[in-house]
């Protein structure tokens, strides 16, 4: 059994300024597999349809990923069934792009506050208007698949520890990060494949809840154990209550997302200890 929560939260710039979340995140469960997914649209001015674009995402990782069957993992080689996870995203969410910009007309509301250089570029390639990140997980089987595109994180809890799934790459320098809107957004498609017997559970979060703890080492103690903590004694209002108070309090200011899910069997002695009981 796997226990699954999935969140987005406004946070307090975009509230104190009239701003919509531009984050997104879901979960979902069957017989076969659990999903989760977090992504992030992006703040700056030419990303008017962002929050569309980080809804995009997540639809398009679910169809994906809903699409993928035991059997597959013993057919093709992991890195077939990586090139066709990171292909079928694209494809969806460029679909689902295209679908809305030929049924929503630009407004003159939404390019009102841009010079002419940024106009002309949306007149251009409109796709850009719903620019996202993309960070996704799924347990099928006894098999665990990690997705990642841009900043934020995919984090997989093992036995108290906590590793990155992804080796490191050089993401922009500044405030930009990869995106599904650039042109060469497949190449930036991370995909992992692992057996999951030695998983606890995968936490799958955007910037926005990984940026005010500074570093890995202080996301991983002080919240990804309480949290894993929290969601084995059944305690989601308090995870809720966290994500809000992180959003519009206690944050960066910044919309934050959660989505994880962790094994109901997973053994909590590596999780806790005098300085940790959860939230």
């Known amino acids: ?160 520890n906590m590793f990155l799934p992804f080796e490191d790459e050089d993401e922009p320098v500044a405030n930009y990060t990869y995106s599904l809107c650039q042109d060469d957004a497949y190449q930036h498609i991370n995909v992992a494949v692992f057996d999951a017997y030695n998983a606890d559970g995968v936490i799958v979060c955007t910037d926005g809840l990984v940026n005010p703890y500074q570093s890995v080492s202080n996301f991983h103690q002080s919240f990804a154990k309480p949290l894993v903590l929290s969601l084995r004694h059944d305690k989601i209002d308090q995870v809720d209550s966290f994500v809000e108070e992180m959003a519009q309090k206690t944050g960066f200011g910044d919309d934050v997302s959660l989505a994880v899910m962790i094994k109901q069997n997973c053994s909590m002695r590596y999780y806790k200890d005098k300085q940790n009981d959860g939230f």
């Open 1 to 160: 059994m796997i226990k699954y929560f999935a969140k987005s939260a406004t946070g307090y710039s975009h509230l104190k300024n009239g701003t919509r979340c531009q984050d997104f995140s879901c979960c979902y469960h069957d017989n076969e597999r659990t999903i989760v997914s977090a992504c992030d649209g992006h703040g700056g001015a030419v990303y008017e349809r962002s929050h569309l674009g980080s809804k995009f995402a997540t639809k398009a990782v679910l169809k994906v990923l809903c699409g993928i069957e035991k059997n597959m993992f013993y057919k093709y080689t992991r890195q077939e069934i990586q090139e066709y996870i990171k292909l079928g995203i694209l494809c969806e969410w460029n679909a689902l792009v295209e679908k809305d910009i030929a049924s929503r007309r630009l407004l003159k509301k939404e390019i009102a506050h841009l010079d002419d250089k940024q106009i002309e570029g949306i007149k251009s390639n409109p796709v850009k208007m719903y620019g996202t990140t993309l960070g996704a997980s799924m347990y099928l089987g006894n098999k665990l698949v990690c997705v990642s595109l841009g900043d934020g994180g995919v984090f997989v809890m093992s036995k108290g």
